[in-house]
């Protein structure tokens, strides 16, 4: 059965801002949505993501999984190197009247109010679980968005077989794709999936998700696409199996693949065929982009 705090949709038009200015309203980062309007469908915390005092994406947190729906940002032509970076996670979700600013992990004890509110680096240690970026340091040009993608509250727990593998490979493709073809902005929103019957988890708190999902919207493109590309604009949507035991109803396994990433393959489908999986899966119709992403 579908969970029930899925069942709502959010309108986040309303006053949610039970936590502060950067948690519970996504209007401060509106500009990581296309036509500045969130995603639909999906009931959470609203996170803009501020790191260095600049906004630098947003993230739907669900607080019973402690991780997030999806997070929504901007893609940039990337430069330099994956940055060196430790992790962050986000004081507001503990702290109400907190700096908005995400902030390092401090030496020593973890603060009670932070552990209870959100996962923390031990939840990963020696789970079996990589922490799988929902927007990746990948798609971003300047050092300090990448760097700000390196917070809990932006990842999910990934197995290595997807996260080093085809969900990569994913996230590579779309990279080059989009640094090719696409002249104006792209807006790229990237999230999970649940099991259908019963949660997984880390560490008896932390939920992991069955798929992880990603579209992108490029409502301005170069026309001289090759054949092979022209149906992935304006929109392009994947379904990567976070577990390599599930069915294979939504994303066939490759059996040939090798054996590190077998089970953990990715499916590439149309905006409106990845909308239908998540109607099935969260009960309640989710719209990813403003009139599907059409112009």
Known sequence: ??????????LFSTKLSICGGDVGDFSPCLQFFYKSWPLKGLTGTP??????NQY??????????????????????????????????????????????????????????????????????????SRGHLNPSLH?????????????????PQKAGSNDGPWETLEQ???????????????????IIPYKDQEHWINNRVA???????????????????????STFPTYAAIGRNDRNSTEEIVP?????????LGYDVKQMSLETLEMYLKQRFNTV?????????G
């Not at 059965?1 to 959010?10: G, Q, R």
């Not at 493709?173 to 999230?191: D, E, M, S």
């Open 47 to 52: 996170i803009c993501q501020r790191y260095s």
């Open 140 to 156: 971003h040009q300047q050092y300090d968005d990448r760097s700000s993608t390196f917070t809990l509250t932006n990842v999910v």
């Open 173 to 191: 493709t779309i990279n080059k794709t989009l640094a090719a073809y696409c002249i104006g902005k792209a807006y790229i929103v990237t999230g």
């Open 208 to 230: 992991v998700p069955e798929y992880l999902w990603s579209a992108y919207c490029c409502p301005q493109f170069n026309n001289s696409l090759p054949p092979y590309l022209k």
């Open 1 to 10: 059965m579908a969970y029930s705090w899925t069942l709502l949709v959010i």
């Open 56 to 129: 630098r994406f947003a993230s739907l947190y669900s607080r019973p999984r402690r991780s997030a729906w999806f997070s929504a940002y901007v893609y940039s032509v990337p430069m330099g190197k994956r940055p060196s970076t430790s992790w962050k996670y986000e004081p507001q979700l503990a702290y109400p009247k907190a700096n908005g600013n995400m902030a390092l992990f401090p030496p020593g004890p973890l603060d009670v109010n932070v552990v209870e509110s959100q996962a923390v680096d031990p939840d990963y240690i020696n789970s079996s679980f």
């Open 253 to 261: 396994v490759n059996k040939t693949a090798k054996k590190a990433f």
């Open 286 to 294: 989710v719209s990813v982009f403003y009139d599907s992403c059409n």
